[in-house]
């Protein structure tokens, strides 16, 4: 095993790139579990947890995600009329890409 597999989630992760950016994996992933743990989510994405709770704070700050307590865990509802970002896309929603990876 190489000793980058563990930091990227192991070797069945991609090399090089790919066409979503971390943020939309982590966006992906707590819509499809809103109950998930920032811990699995950094092993599904293959990225560090603390990149993960950066990437959150990013999200939520931009209005994505809403982060709601239940008793000792988080929740994380995602708010699928926000704009995507770029120009380029700005005239779509960020529900409309969740809806083809994470349809709810």
């Known amino acids: 095993?190489?000793?980058?597999?563990?930091?990227?989630?192991?070797?069945?992760?991609?090399?090089?790139?790919?066409f979503l950016t971390n943020h939309g994996h982590v966006m992906i992933a707590l819509a499809r579990d809103p109950g998930i743990r920032l811990r699995d989510v950094a092993l599904l994405v293959g990225i560090t947890e603390?990149?993960?709770?950066?990437?959150?704070?990013d999200l939520e700050g931009a209005g994505y995600v809403r982060r709601v307590r239940v008793g000792r865990r988080n929740r994380y509802e995602v708010d699928p009329t926000v704009p995507l970002r770029?120009?380029?896309e700005r005239e779509h929603a960020i529900g409309e890409?969740?809806?083809?990876?994470?349809?709810?």
Not at 9 to 17: A, D, H, K, L, T
Not at 50 to 57: D, E, G
């Open 1 to 18: 095993m190489n000793p980058d597999d563990s930091v990227r989630g192991g070797p069945e992760q991609p090399q090089g790139w790919t």
């Open 50 to 57: 603390r990149s993960v709770q950066s990437i959150v704070a």
């Open 86 to 88: 770029h120009p380029a």
């Open 97 to 104: 890409l969740l809806r083809v990876f994470a349809p709810l």
